[in-house]
Each structure stands twice: as C-alpha cells, then as structure tokens.
C-alpha cells in the first residue's frame, strides 16, 4: 500500500534526530498537546482526590484511622483492589474513553503523509520495562504469608524482623521452585544445542 512505502521511505530517510522531530511537531499540533497536557493534569488530580475521598471513607482501615500496626496483608490487598476499581470508575475509564475518542478524530484528520510520518517515528518503540518484579513479589509473599497463618494477622502482633525474614524466606521459595528447574533446562539447552555449535 501507499501508507507502507511512505513509512518505509520516511525510515531510510531518517533526516531529523527524534528531538527534532518531536519538537515540530508540537509547534504544528500545539492545541492538541496543551489539551492532552492539560487532560492529564486534571486526570492525576482526580485521582488523588478519589485516593483521599477512599481513604477517609473506607471501612478498609478504618476511614483512615488505623495505625500501622492494625493493618494486615489482607488489608492492604482490599484496600488496593477497591481503590483500583473506584479509580477506573470515576477517572480510569472517562479518561481513557475521552483519549480513545479524541486520538481517533484528530488521527483521522490528518493527512496519510504525516500519519505515515507518526508511524515511521513510533515503530519498534518497545516500552516494556522490568517493573513487574516487585508486584510478583508481593504476590508470591502474600500467598508464602497466607500459607503460614499470617496473612490476615496485624503488623503489630510481630517484630518487623519477621516480616522482614518473611520475605528473604519467600525469595529464597522463588530461587529454588524456579533456579533450579531453570538451572536444569539451561545445562541440557547448553550440552544439546549450545556445545554443538
């Protein structure tokens, strides 16, 4: 098609630094970048607002009385599953409907050359990072926790040394049911196929 030569084309070209790039664009689409700015601002207050306004009015620590100590894994786990879905209530989902609508229209006006332009620039942008050790953590110490009667017990009624040598215990679960099926494979990988080359 006409859209996939013009991105490939506007690849090997590969005129202007991606600073550059960004930069004209914003002058171009000036009103389109305050609005999404201006959007995201209002996005981020509302939600803080709704974190306060939960907090206060949560039976889940007790409307925001609850010391530290009172609290438990299975506090913590109602807390956030309520806060998610409240957030995505009242702002996730407006939110992200708003965006969806809006990108489409001002997508769908542009011409195909500077669509093509967009998609030569964003192509191959992978945005995965390795933040999704910590929650897999704490899901593996809530069930070590659970499994050891622990989970619905206040911090208070133990040292912080315990719970502390709770989760060096579950780390160290983690490295033998996964290190060692994982040490396994990659020996055999290695003498199989590796060694071979």
Do not use: Q
Not at 71 to 88: H, P, S
Not at 91 to 112: C, E
């Amino acid at each position: 098609m006409r859209t996939r030569k013009m991105v490939k084309e506007l690849e090997e070209k590969g005129n202007s630094s991606d600073g550059e790039f960004w930069k004209r664009k914003i002058e171009e689409h000036w009103i389109i970048f305050v609005t999404v700015i201006i959007g995201c601002v209002a996005a981020v207050a509302g939600a803080l607002l709704v974190l306060f306004w939960f907090i206060e009015t949560s039976p889940v620590g007790a409307m925001g009385t609850a010391t530290i100590g009172e609290w438990t894994l299975a506090w913590i786990w109602e807390f956030f599953i309520f806060l998610l879905l409240w957030e995505l209530l009242i702002v996730g989902i407006p939110v992200g409907v708003a965006l969806g609508v809006g990108w489409y229209f001002w997508w769908k006006r542009l011409p195909a050359e500077e669509r093509a332009e967009f998609k030569g620039r964003m192509r191959g942008r992978g945005t995965a990072e390795g933040g999704g050790f910590g929650f897999a953590m704490f899901i593996a110490y809530s069930i070590y926790m659970y499994l050891t009667g622990d989970f619905f017990t206040p911090f208070g009624d133990h040292p912080y040394s315990y719970w502390v040598y709770s989760w060096f215990l579950t780390l160290a679960w983690l490295l033998v049911i996964f290190g060692i099926p994982a040490a396994i494979i990659l020996t055999i990988v290695y003498f199989k196929v590796w060694r071979k080359k």
